[in-house]
């Protein structure tokens, strides 16, 4: 007889969110369901009325680990919507900044994901202070990508977290070559380490793919071979920067995507029936704990073609680099591998980019609300805004965050492992939950028929 | 030391010994020749300084990397430039690591509440390297100075080749040779307000802080602060960059200055405690408390 077991709330991940899982008596997860219990911030309503120019700064207070993505997401679907092209020197300054915000946030990653591989010392957390090697060296790594991410991504954009820099028909302020050099001279060492850490990461993750169990709260867990596999499809609009309804060959298409309100979705109402005090950190939740995920979930389902996709840096390369390695761990590697290609369109950008040159529109149009949208692949996936401009107020205005995408598309790679391991597959998702939370809901017609938490 | 004058390492009277910069700034081209100094020596990768804007007369803030750019932003400027307003964008699209900032007193406050503080300022704190105080009375929106010189001094700002205040006296130097001279009664009305709760005269939060009050005429008086602004100061008289005479041995010397320092901390702790009691029963914060 299955029994349902709560991991509640999950732990080294952004934002706050929870795990039911209805496991078999081997404690083989048969379902399982991933839902955000982050409250809804309700961005899209604060949106409307709003200047064009206010809303990409308010959506990118959604999150602190990529208002980078939201930004460039906002500003782009305002120019989407009021069909404002670019210059090129502004263009590659957002292609500075999406690549360091990625080399940074790929490296957070690595702090939150290590724990769960082999590797001595790591039992707890990454510690730079710790006299272990290779612990401390690779702490210090991670440390300096981080640095040097963030150091280009605040030259390039303002900031390195809620960018100041860009708006509506480019960018406030050029790079003087001072800047382009020092940002050349962090890229070059930054260079280096993604390619220590990059080789470093895959070896440590081909390790724990060879293994026969992890440890887990003292216990030896199997670890199955298709850990993580799902049956999904995967959906990237770009392999590096993202894309907008003004491009002649769109990567996204807004008539494919379509809403599931939560409460068709997931699981209905239980009790938790198996619990395992011992369990990091704190134990699961005690045996009779009511759990409802229909109600408790605060986000919609999206689909795509009808059906849960898997966006992020799998999902890139599957669609632009063949990349076709399933699971958890292949979704790791997929990560790692993008560590040098960010680095790389950094040099590349940098060598192409003219501090001299205009980084304005010589025309911003003030729109006459038709629909634009901008997908830009966010370090987690593709992150997707949708708005509608009217004399350069926001008369509509929606987030599709990478999390949300992946929200359904976990919850199905759950199933087949041994629940002690269901969050190591969540943690290969990389989430940032809090970005995720949103509540409309579009039926096939395109009619919105749920706003039940913000109305 | 410490009292009205701050405290200070060293008080000399100096003058750049570079003709070309004295022979362009206001007094003793302390404040240019420091700079350009530094960044000649690595010491700061450029300078936040008050050059020309867009009127004449107006300063407009803006980041020196070249001597040539130090140099085109000598001399005083009797309004107001935000010079902090420029401090986190020299460490973001202009690239620099190491910044040099001039500025008032109050200027001086904000950079090291910054510092202290920095909120809003990500990675901004550990890049200011040289922070340099000028003495400061009190400061004049650009109205105001377009009134006491196109109104009482009767020129045309265009035409104006040197703004001073000393002896007493508001001086307006025409290219044409005239010269007008304002009593300081007749200004005190064009001051901007807020400087009259200032109780800060001769930049005390400064590295290195200097004006012309206490030193002859083309020449400075310089207190050097901290340990920081010793360290630049002392290899800069060891690279022959400034002449120095001991305070002690000039006219009018730091006598003068402690007078006025004295002057307008008295005269503002009165506007401090006059605010204290304005209005029914709630006063004006008084800006050196923390709210209660």
Partial sequence: ?455 | MAGELGKYKLCVSARSSDKAILSKSQDGGIVTQLFKFALEEGIIDGAIVAGKGDEPWRPRPFIATTVEELMSASGTKYNISPQVSWIKEATRSYGLDKIGIVGTPCQMQAVRKGQLYPVGLRDVPDCIKLAVGIFCMENFPYQSIVQLVEDHAGMRMDAVKKMEIGKGKFWVYGQRGQVVQLPLKVTHKYEQPGCHVCLDYVANLADVSTGSVGSPDGWSTVFVRTKNGDDIWSKAIAAGCFETKPIEQVKPGLELVTKLATEKISKNQKTVEERAKFGVSKGLRNPYLGPK
């Fill in chain 1, 1 to 455: 007889m299955s029994k349902i077991v709560e991991i509640s709330p999950t732990t080294r991940h952004e934002g706050h969110s929870k795990l039911v899982l209805k496991v078999d008596d081997a404690g083989i997860v048969e379902r399982g369901d991933w839902l955000s219990i982050t409250p809804v911030r309700g961005v899209e309503k604060l949106a409307i009325g709003k200047t064009m120019d206010q809303v990409p700064k308010i959506a990118s207070r959604v999150c602190g680990i990529c208002p980078i993505a939201h930004t460039l997401a906002g500003v782009e679907s305002m120019e989407a919507s009021i069909r404002c092209e670019i210059p090129k020197d502004a263009k590659l300054l957002r292609i500075i900044l999406q690549s360091a915000n990625r080399l940074h946030s790929h490296a957070l990653h690595n702090i939150l994901t290590l724990p769960d591989m082999y590797l001595p010392g790591t039992d707890t957390k990454i510690n730079p202070f710790t006299p272990q090697e290779p612990v401390r060296s690779v702490a210090k790594r991670i440390q300096r990508l981080r640095e040097i991410g963030q150091t280009i991504g605040q030259i390039a954009g303002g900031e390195a977290i809620h960018p100041s820099n860009p708006r509506v028909g480019g960018m406030y302020k050029a790079c003087t070559p001072q800047a382009k050099n020092k940002m050349y001279d962090l890229a070059k060492e930054g260079l280096t380490l993604a390619h220590e850490q990059m080789d470093f990461m895959i070896a440590i993750l081909r390790n724990f793919q060879k293994r026969d169990w992890a440890e887990v709260a003292g216990k030896q867990i199997p670890i199955p071979k298709k850990l993580g596999y799902h049956n999904q499809g995967y959906m990237a609009s770009h392999p590096l920067y993202g894309s907008s309804s003004l491009d002649s060959n769109p990567g996204w298409d807004p008539q494919r995507w379509t809403d599931v309100r939560p409460w068709d979705w997931y699981m209905g109402e239980g009790e938790v029936s198996l619990a395992d005090p011992s369990y990091p950190v704190g134990g699961t939740s005690p045996v009779g704990t009511k759990v409802n995920p229909q109600m408790e979930a605060c986000t919609g389902v999206p689909l795509y073609d009808g059906a849960p996709v898997e966006v992020g840096p799998r999902a890139r390369l599957v669609k632009f680099k063949n990349f076709d390695e399933k699971g958890t761990i292949g979704q790791q590697v997929a990560r790692q591998m993008e560590y040098t290609d960010s680095v790389y369109s950094i040099l590349n950008a940098l060598d192409e980019y003219n501090p001299n040159g205009k980084i304005l529109a010589d025309h911003i149009p003030q729109g006459d609300g038709s629909l634009g949208w901008a997908a830009n692949e966010a370090p987690r996936g593709t992150d997707v805004h949708l708005a509608k401009v009217k004399d350069g107020r926001v008369l509509y205005y929606e987030m599709l965050v990478p999390t949300t995408w992946n929200f359904p598309t976990c919850s199905q790679a759950l199933a087949g492992a041994p629940w002690q391991l269901a969050e190591i597959v969540v943690r290969g998702y990389d989430p940032c939950v809090s970005c995720a939370t949103h509540m409309i809901v579009i039926d096939e017609d395109k009619k919105i028929v749920a706003q039940k938490l913000i109305q």
